[in-house]
């Protein structure tokens, strides 16, 4: 099958259009826009029989796409960063409803101070809203993993919106090869929603979204949530596997890269773990024992999983992309917990922030974590959360900082 | 949508098939309710309604429910947005031979005022913009009632709510005027414009009827005494409703793409009289007769009514 060269955008707007959704309500923000407009094309020139909508803003569009789903269709949509959080309302919503729709974030810091490029305060800041949620690193992986989606949250068992994340720019800009899988493969995978839970028709009444009085009626509800989420761990295994029948590609909960030798592993997600392999590469030619977990499932969070890949390691260390202030990486806590009671878990659990606001990367940082990890076996001292912020970082922004002035100068007090 | 123009001249001709049972978490004498209630027998029941966190959200408690038809409760803000949400999948699904048509249902927007005046709004003017073929029913009550009555922009001028008490600085208690969201909507030139008041069954109706002539946005603000919030006996609802009209305070109304029409002309009769069967207004007659402010409420309705009068 021929691949062709795909943004991220664009391999998400064919993960829709295969999956032949019937509804698309939208709402324009970079570095997503590409999606709905291509989307909006498609439909506007009959390529996709479905409907678009131009909602007024991304709270809308969440509730829409919700009562839509609820109604019984398939619906997509995307947003990114300042749109994901003016729908958050919304978004603990729907899952509530118990619609299993789809939407892609596209990564972006989240303002103040404003900027375009990625991390993942946004997505995160969604984690517990019973979204399950899919962290893709590569544009192919974005198409396949909308696919996968639609067959994991209309599964019976499940019965939850999915929310996949691409990084902003690194994949939503970037050409990849990718491959566009064929109608007849697509719908050998994925049946028609036919939704028995939740639909509106006039010959049987239904009441959704309903209030409920106490406690009771209320912690029900919202561990049936937790419970369908943690029957993912299972569903993505069954989907997985099927996909990779069809199609060729295969993915996992957590991917693991050169981890089974490996001493020191490194745990990222998202498109930067490119960056994470590569270095890990080259630790390897060094003769350094590396490896690298790659976090693809981050809700539910694939604690079994994780700590099996990480048994007897010497030392993990985990990039977040992300920050909590005041208490610092935000997946650095999902990754302790889940090996905290394994009696053969890892040494060392180091943390470090790094890429925010979609600064690189580069190999001198992997390179120092690795020197990390090492430094604390040796000591049994383990560092504080750390910012990967290099020399030339601290130089441009000392620069910066110069140009701006101080506002205090030549102020009499 | 049936082209028949039943018009209601009494209250006989109003069925008597109901479609919201009794019994419900609403207070005794809700005049809100009762104008639902009378607006759902035109309506019928292949209807979904989309609700906005109010006191009508606690129609719809876990497992209970008073409807024939479908309920949606979605959120504050956006109950327009998912009214477009339904719609449109109703559209999509019966086009793509997912649903059959006979299934089809009303669109129904179920919110209080102040969703509708305030944190709504955006959503509601949208849904208009779009052109959305959807009911819309707000039921004005004048505050945010289901948190206890405070303030919203549809509270009138004078009036007392629990964020706008009389005191030193402002003895009238609402400094603001009542928005104008009649004619917010109007400016939209939807194709069906409407006030109502449980007070004029027959008005109602017929407005309901008119409007399924319309495919689009029909939008209703329904006068809603509230014996809590506006602070008077249950029984009186309907008396007070009616004192609203009958005073010119409430003007019964309609626009047809934007033309505005009066369906009931009033008698006038003195404001005061309808301010005194309220406690919410009781600070402008005790300790002290607030005069001027009372001649500011009376202005304001004789300013509006000199406008269509003379014209
Ligand atoms: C986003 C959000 N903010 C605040 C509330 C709290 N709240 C629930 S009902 C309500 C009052 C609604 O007033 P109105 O629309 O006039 O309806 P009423 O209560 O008078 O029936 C408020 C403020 C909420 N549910 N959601
Ligand atoms: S508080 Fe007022 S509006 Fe709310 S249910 Fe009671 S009477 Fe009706
Ligand atoms: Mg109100």
């Not at chain 1, 996909?243 to 490996?262: L, M, Q, V």
């Not at chain 2, 919203?152 to 003895?171: D, H």
């Not at chain 2, 939807?190 to 319309?214: G, I, M, Q, R």
Request: hydrophobic content about 40%; aromatic content about 10%.
């Amino acid at each position: 099958m021929v691949k062709e060269m795909l943004t991220g955008n664009y391999a998400a707007a064919w993960g829709a259009r295969l999956s032949e959704v019937d509804y698309v309500p939208a709402f324009p923000i970079t570095p997503q826009t590409e999606i709905i407009e291509t989307l909006s094309q498609w439909i506007n020139d009959g390529e996709m029989n479905a409907k678009f909508t131009n909602m007024d803003s991304e709270h809308s569009m969440i509730t829409a796409a919700g009562t839509a789903a609820a109604t019984g269709a398939r619906v997509f949509s995307a947003t990114s960063s300042q749109g994901l959080l003016y729908g958050y309302e919304m978004l603990y919503n729907v899952t509530g409803w118990r619609v299993p729709l789809v939407l892609v974030n596209v990564s972006r810091g989240l303002s103040a101070p404003i900027t375009l490029e990625p991390d993942h305060n946004d997505i995160l800041s969604t984690r517990d809203s019973g979204f399950i949620q899919i962290h893709a690193e590569t544009c192919q992986e974005v198409l396949d993993t909308i696919l996968m989606a639609y067959r994991i949250a209309e599964d019976e068992r499940v019965l939850l919106p999915v929310l996949i994340n691409m990084d902003g720019f690194y994949l939503s800009f970037t050409r990849e090869p990718v491959e566009i899988p064929c109608k007849d493969a697509v719908s050998r995978f994925l049946p028609e929603y036919n939704p028995k839970h939740a639909f509106f028709k006039a010959s049987k009444p239904m009441s959704q979204g309903v209030a409920v009085l106490g406690g009771s009626a209320y912690s029900y509800f919202k561990y049936q949530m937790h419970l369908a989420s943690l029957n993912v761990l299972t569903v993505h295994d069954e989907v997985a596997g099927e996909f990779k029948r069809i199609f060729g590609r295969s993915y996992s909960a957590t991917e693991a890269f050169k981890i089974d030798d490996a001493e020191y592993v490194i745990i990222m997600s998202n498109s930067f773990t490119i960056k994470g392999k590569a270095a890990v590469n080259k630790f390897r030619e060094k003769g350094l024992k590396a490896g690298l977990l790659r976090l693809r499932l981050i809700r539910p969070f694939p604690s079994t999983e994780l700590k099996a890949f990480l048994r007897g390691k010497k030392a993990v260390a985990v990039i977040d992309q992300n920050i909590s202030p005041g208490s610092g990486g935000i997946l650095f806590k999902d990754v302790t917990t889940a090996l905290y009671h394994d009696p053969d878990r890892p040494e060392r659990i180091l943390s470090f922030i790094g890429g925010l606001g979609g600064k690189d990367i580069g190999h001198a940082e992997f390179k120092h974590i690795v020197e990390e990890m090492e430094k604390s076996i040796e000591t049994g001292i383990v560092p504080e959360t750390q910012l990967l912020y290099t020399k030339n970082d601290l130089e441009h922004i000392n620069n910066l900082l110069n140009i701006a002035g101080n506002p205090l100068e030549g102020l009499e007090n | 949508m049936s082209m028949k123009n039943a018009v209601y001249t009494k209250f006989k001709d109003i069925s008597r098939e109901e479609h919201i049972s009794p019994g419900t978490a609403l207070c005794t004498g809700c005049g809100g309710l009762l104008a639902l209630r009378l607006a759902y027998k035109v309506l019928g029941e292949n209807v979904v309604i989309v609700n906005a966190a109010g006191c009508f959200t606690l129609l719809s408690v876990y497992p209970y429910n008073p409807f024939s038809s479908s309920w949606m409760y979605t959120a504050m803000a956006s109950a327009p947005a998912g009214a477009q949400g339904i719609r449109d999948a109703l559209d999509i699904l019966i086009k793509k031979g997912k649903l059959k048509s006979e299934e089809n249902l009303k669109v129904v927007v179920l919110t209080g005022d102040g969703a509708a005046n305030d944190i709504g709004l955006q959503s509601t003017s949208a849904a208009i913009h779009r052109g959305l073929d959807f009911h819309y029913f707000c039921y004005d009550n004048e505050a945010y009632s289901n948190t206890g009555f405070q303030m919203s922009s549809a509270t009138p001028y004078g009036s007392r709510t629990a964020t706008s008490l009389p005191g030193e600085i402002n003895p009238q208690g609402t400094v603001q005027r009542k928005k104008d969201l009649f004619e917010i909507w109007r400016a939209h030139k939807p194709p069906y414009l409407a006030t109502v008041s449980p007070s004029h069954p027959v008005d109602l109706s017929n407005k309901f009827e008119k409007a399924s002539k319309f495919e689009g946005p029909k939008l209703f603000i329904a006068l809603s005494p509230c014996p809590p919030g506006w602070s008077f006996g249950a029984s009186n609802s309907v008396n007070i409703a009616r004192l609203a009209v009958q005073t010119g305070i409430w003007p019964l109304k309609e626009a047809v793409y934007g033309e505005v029409k009066h369906t009931v002309i009033p008698k006038f009769k003195p404001v005061e009289k309808y301010l005194r069967t309220q406690n919410r207004y009781n600070h402008l007659f005790n300790p002290v007769k607030q005069v001027d402010v009372i001649d500011n409420i009376k202005k304001d309705v004789e300013q509006y009514w000199e406008r269509y009068l003379d014209s």
